[in-house]
């Protein structure tokens, strides 16, 4: 039987329920609706209080707003989607196929209705502020666990995203190039964020928090350029990482989807605490290809995956995880709570 969930996340300030004393949330990417779903099913037998989708939710790749309507739909339909949005509450921020198009930023049209689509599906609620934005589909939501306070922030990485830098390596002949190196590469004085999404951005992260969740579609610590990552907006990278390190923030994990397998990364910044990253990616699409990246402390899994951050408030710790098909636990790390 699944433990009664009592997490609740929310837009805005609102009174909030008390928890347990620990608190289980769930995570993962890349999930394709002609594809079956099994884990969804592990997940559920974990018992977490809460799922958060982390982006290509569904490959909608189209313009058509009913065709990607009619993607959802097919997801939503399938038993064990049902069964995870019935068992606990389902939080999620879009990646690239979702938002409509491969690698899509700013240029990709129908956004608006994109966005409608999506909320529609996850249900939420018709005076969330992330349906009227004029310049994104981001979000932030609060967790209370007995007076323990965890902010889940969702930054939409696709709305105001300017054009990738294609690398000059596409020019050369067949056979020059690494294999699996990318297209792209770093581009100075671009944005993924937007200045209005930015000032939103550094305000949600001074909000005092016991535990600070950022979940982005792309990898953040990976410096790896050559497939979509923060790395390719180094100007947006440089501005995260220094105000999380000006500012003395303590206690930040990144989630992130996006590239077909999971791994578990590591950066230390001027900063009392390493800044850890959870690649959990994919549900059901997975790839054994991977990139370099000398932030990686873990193994990389081509395989059907999801991860976890459990939060023990008695012990002041948080373990990073990544979970296999069948529930055996791939990558497991401890981050230590900063004392407050």
């Excluded at 992330?130 to 306070?149: L, M």
């Excluded at 294609?166 to 067949?174: A, F, Q």
């Excluded at 059901?284 to 459990?310: A, I, M, Q, Y």
Aim: hydrophobic content about 35%.
């Amino acid at each position: 039987m699944l433990r009664t969930s009592l997490l609740t996340l929310i837009v805005l300030s609102a009174p909030l329920p008390a928890l347990a004393d620990s608190t289980r949330i769930a995570f993962g990417s890349c999930m394709h609706q002609d594809k079956e779903t099994p884990i969804l099913k592990t997940v559920i037998e974990r018992q977490p209080d809460a799922f958060v989708f982390l982006g290509d939710n569904v490959y909608g790749d189209t313009t058509d707003m009913e065709l990607l309507r009619s993607k959802y739909q097919k997801q939503g339909a399938k038993p064990e989607f049902q069964a995870l949005k019935q068992a606990v509450p389902l939080y999620a921020i879009w990646d690239d196929h979702d938002y409509g198009a491969n690698d899509a930023g700013k240029e990709y049209p129908q956004k608006p209705g994109s966005r409608k689509v999506m909320l529609d599906f996850f249900g939420e609620p018709v005076s969330s502020p992330r349906r009227t934005r004029a310049d994104g589909n981001y979000a932030s939501y609060w967790i209370e666990d007995d007076g323990h306070f965890v902010h889940l922030i969702l930054p939409d990485l696709r709305w105001n995203r300017d054009a990738l830098k294609k690398s000059e390596d596409d020019d050369l002949l067949p056979g020059l190039k690494a294999p699996d190196s990318g297209p792209y590469q770093a581009a100075q004085g671009r944005t993924m964020l937007g200045e209005s999404q930015w000032q939103w951005l550094e305000k949600e992260l001074l909000k005092p928090a016991d535990l600070t969740i950022i979940g982005s579609g792309i990898q953040l610590v990976p410096e790896f350029t050559g497939w979509e990552s923060w790395a390719n907006f180094p100007d947006d990278r440089s501005r995260l990482l220094s105000f999380i390190e000006e500012h003395e923030i303590p206690d930040v994990i990144i989630l992130s989807g996006d590239r077909h397998f999971g791994e578990i990364s590591r950066t230390f910044i001027n900063h009392p605490q390493p800044l850890w990253e959870v690649t959990s990616s994919g549900l059901n699409n997975p790839t054994s290809k991977s990139g370099p990246n000398r932030n990686r402390v873990s193994d990389t899994h081509g395989v059907e995956n999801f991860g976890e951050l459990d939060i023990d408030w008695s012990a002041g710790t948080v373990e990073l995880s990544l979970y296999d098909i069948n529930g055996k636990a791939l990558e497991q790390f401890s981050m230590i709570l900063s004392e407050r």
